[in-house]
């Protein structure tokens, strides 16, 4: 049995938490067609939710505004970009956009070998399963 460090990422966690540990939730599955990226280093500094770039219903800077992306960004794999935005998953399950410009690749803080992985957990919920 793999033994793995379940992250849920939501705004219950904390807008930019990566180590929230939830008792009792588990992984019940990965969740193919998406990876891991992070929030630019700028982007991680907002204070204010409104600071973020916001989640697009579609790749245009004129698309319906939809919400704000979490600390880790589920993106599609492989990445889908069209107009300078990639296409991503938010923890809601909705498909939404975000410019490219403000995201990097996943790496893990603690400078170990970890992965991640998103992830349908026990709760119902979208997360990241690093391991």
């Excluded at 700028?42 to 697009?56: F, G, H, I, M, R």
Aim: aromatic residues 6%; hydrophobic residues 40%; charged residues 10%.
């Amino acid at each position: 049995m793999r033994v793995s460090h379940v992250l849920v990422v939501g705004l219950f966690c904390g807008l930019f938490s990566t180590t929230c540990h939830a008792q009792g939730v588990r992984v019940v599955r990965p969740v193919p067609g998406y990876m891991c990226m992070l929030l630019s280093p700028e982007d991680e500094q907002a204070t204010v939710q409104s600071q973020l770039p916001p989640v697009l219903a579609g790749p245009s800077p004129s698309a319906e505004r939809i919400g704000y992306p979490s600390g880790i960004v589920f993106v599609t794999s492989p990445l889908h970009q069209v107009a300078g935005y990639v296409e991503m998953l938010r923890l809601n399950g909705q498909t939404g956009w975000i410019e490219a410009n403000h995201l990097r690749p996943w790496h893990p803080m603690n400078n170990t070998s970890s992965k991640c992985v998103p992830s349908l957990m026990s709760n119902g919920r979208l997360g990241a399963d690093v391991h």
